[in-house]
């Protein structure tokens, strides 16, 4: 039978013997928890001379004596013969120190477990019978998977870290689509500030006491103004709360992440951002469109369509080699043409709007400027959706549309 404990090494002496592959497997989870290592042995293992050195370890030049095990809280012996390890993990029950005893078939009084850190959770996996190190790293994978991508239920119940901040990029729309990041970090959180637009299927899945706030516009509706989100997060962090940020797309691509960030940094909040696919590229892929592609655009210039048109979208618009990706450019439709007509680029220019990326109702409009606005209108395009103006918005790009003599010859 094995008691597993979880126990604190940090500052104490930790008796290595031996200094081969094995110790060099095993020490740096020790030294990453700062234990007091020494190490015995007449010769060390690259590997191990290499963290010797890194890390300042003691080394004790020779083979192992009783009087080693002096002051030691726990040994670990391995040093190649069975009966060095049976006779140091024998001293060790005459001094009453736990040993691991890494020897083929031995058990020793303590063993290493597989581990596994998520955020501020460990796991361990061991065995009752014998040593079955394989099985355990495999049980330990399968647990870190789930902990990876938030499956398990690790919300604090007890309030004994302090409160933080992370602004979670959502991506467009799925939630297979979210990085197993965010998933962890939704699952750890107390609180979730969300928007209307992204992976907000995903906040069907939390725990019904987790408190979620909706901040999003609606179109029409009043929007929280952003000093209130921000005094909102750092509100929630101060209390103790971890909170996520769960944004549309990528956090800094049009989604004041920057200006979240500044608010927590200013009220001396730990805040991470955790990036994702945004719709600037997200949305023209859900539609076929590459937002570069070899030998037809070689740039892409993203642009708020709400904004003036600076003299860099006027320049990217007049380029045939540049692709411009305009968000929140739906009611500005008209304004964007106009401008990319009056900066010079040729009617003829494709263009498509993609309503709707990654969700069922996805929809496609291709058009030229020329064009644009009649087409939209006639489709009653609407938000959100983000336009593509640019010769990789060809609908003949990828597959190009066999010329009908070829066609018929097939
Ligand atoms: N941070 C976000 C952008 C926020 S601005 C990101 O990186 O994607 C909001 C604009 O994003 C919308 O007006 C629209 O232009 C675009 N958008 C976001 N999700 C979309 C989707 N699923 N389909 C089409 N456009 C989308």
């Given at each position: 039978?094995?008691?597993?404990?979880?126990?604190?090494?940090?500052?104490?002496?930790?008796?290595?013997?031996?200094?081969?592959?094995?110790?060099?497997?095993?020490?740096?989870?020790?030294?990453?928890?700062?234990?007091?290592?020494?190490?015995?042995?007449?010769?060390?293992?690259?590997?191990?001379?290499?963290?010797?050195?890194?890390?300042?370890?003691?080394?004790?030049?020779?083979?192992?004596?009783?009087?080693?095990?002096?002051?030691?809280?726990?040994v670990?012996?391995?040093?190649?013969?069975?009966?060095?390890?049976?006779?140091?993990?024998?001293?060790?029950?005459?001094?009453?120190?736990?040993?691991?005893?890494?020897?083929?078939g031995?058990?020793?009084?303590?063993?290493?477990?597989?581990?596994?850190?998520?955020?501020?959770?460990?796991?361990?996996?061991?065995?009752?019978?014998?040593?079955?190190?394989?099985?355990?790293a495999?049980?330990?994978?399968?647990?870190?998977g789930?902990?990876?991508?938030?499956?398990?239920?690790?919300?604090?119940?007890?309030?004994?870290?302090?409160?933080?901040?992370?602004?979670v990029?959502?991506?467009?729309?799925?939630?297979?689509?979210?990085?197993?990041?965010?998933?962890?970090?939704?699952?750890?959180?107390?609180?979730?500030?969300?928007?209307?637009?992204?992976?907000?299927?995903?906040?069907?899945?939390?725990?019904?006491?987790?408190?979620?706030?909706?901040?999003?516009?609606?179109?029409?509706?009043?929007?929280?103004?952003?000093?209130?989100?921000?005094?909102?997060?750092?509100?929630?962090?101060?209390?103790?709360?971890?909170?996520?940020?769960?944004?549309?797309g990528?956090?800094?691509?049009?989604?004041?992440?920057?200006?979240?960030v500044?608010?927590?940094?200013?009220?001396?909040?730990?805040?991470?951002?955790?990036?994702?696919?945004?719709?600037?590229?997200?949305v023209?892929?859900a539609?076929?469109?590459?937002?570069?592609q070899?030998?037809?655009?070689?740039?892409?210039?993203?642009?708020?369509?709400?904004?003036?048109?600076?003299?860099?979208?006027?320049?990217?618009?007049?380029?045939?080699?540049?692709?411009?990706?305009?968000?929140?450019?739906?009611?500005?439709?008209?304004?964007?043409?106009?401008?990319?007509?009056?900066?010079?680029?040729p009617?003829?220019?494709?263009?498509?709007?993609?309503?709707?990326?990654?969700?069922?109702?996805?929809?496609?409009?291709?058009?030229?400027?020329?064009?644009?606005?009649?087409?939209?209108?006639?489709?009653?395009?609407?938000?959100?959706?983000?336009?593509?103006?640019?010769?990789?918005?060809?609908?003949?790009?990828?597959?190009?549309?066999?010329?009908?003599?070829?066609?018929?010859?097939?």
């Open positions: 039978m094995t008691t597993m404990f979880g126990l604190t090494l940090a500052g104490r002496d930790v008796l290595f013997v031996g200094g081969g592959s094995v110790a060099a497997r095993r020490l740096p989870r020790l030294i990453e928890e700062g234990a007091a290592i020494r190490i015995v042995a007449p010769a060390l293992s690259a590997e191990t001379s290499a963290l010797v050195e890194r890390h300042g370890l003691a080394w004790i030049r020779r083979g192992v004596r009783e009087r080693d095990l002096e002051g030691a809280w726990l670990h012996t391995a040093t190649g013969s069975a009966r060095v390890d049976a006779d140091v993990a024998a001293w060790c029950e005459r001094a009453r120190v736990f040993c691991v005893n890494a020897s083929d031995a058990h020793g009084s303590a063993r290493l477990t597989a581990e596994t850190r998520s955020g501020d959770v460990v796991v361990a996996v061991s065995s009752d019978a014998g040593v079955d190190p394989r099985r355990a495999r049980v330990r994978n399968a647990i870190a789930l902990l990876e991508r938030g499956a398990l239920p690790v919300r604090r119940v007890r309030d004994t870290a302090r409160g933080r901040v992370a602004l990029g959502g991506g467009p729309g799925p939630v297979d689509l979210m990085t197993v990041r965010a998933r962890r970090l939704l699952a750890e959180a107390d609180v979730v500030i969300a928007d209307r637009l992204g992976a907000v299927d995903v906040l069907r899945e939390l725990d019904p006491d987790v408190e979620v706030i909706d901040v999003g516009k609606q179109p029409g509706l009043h929007p929280v103004p952003q000093h209130e989100i921000n005094a909102l997060i750092v509100a929630h962090a101060r209390a103790g709360r971890r909170v996520v940020r769960l944004k549309g990528d956090p800094f691509v049009f989604g004041r992440g920057g200006e979240e500044t608010a927590c940094l200013e009220a001396g909040v730990a805040v991470e951002v955790v990036p994702a696919p945004t719709s600037a590229v997200a023209p892929q539609a076929g469109i590459p937002v570069t070899r030998g037809v655009s070689g740039a892409m210039h993203v642009v708020n369509g709400q904004a003036e048109l600076g003299s860099g979208t006027l320049a990217a618009l007049a380029d045939d080699t540049v692709t411009t990706v305009v968000l929140m450019g739906v009611a500005a439709l008209e304004r964007i043409v106009a401008g990319a007509l009056a900066a010079g680029a009617g003829s220019r494709p263009v498509a709007i993609v309503e709707s990326g990654h969700a069922p109702q996805q929809r496609t409009t291709r058009t030229t400027l020329a064009d644009a606005v009649a087409h939209a209108r006639a489709a009653g395009v609407r938000n959100p959706a983000v336009i593509v103006i640019g010769e990789v918005a060809r609908p003949d790009l990828l597959l190009p549309v066999p010329a009908p003599e070829h066609a018929a010859a097939g």
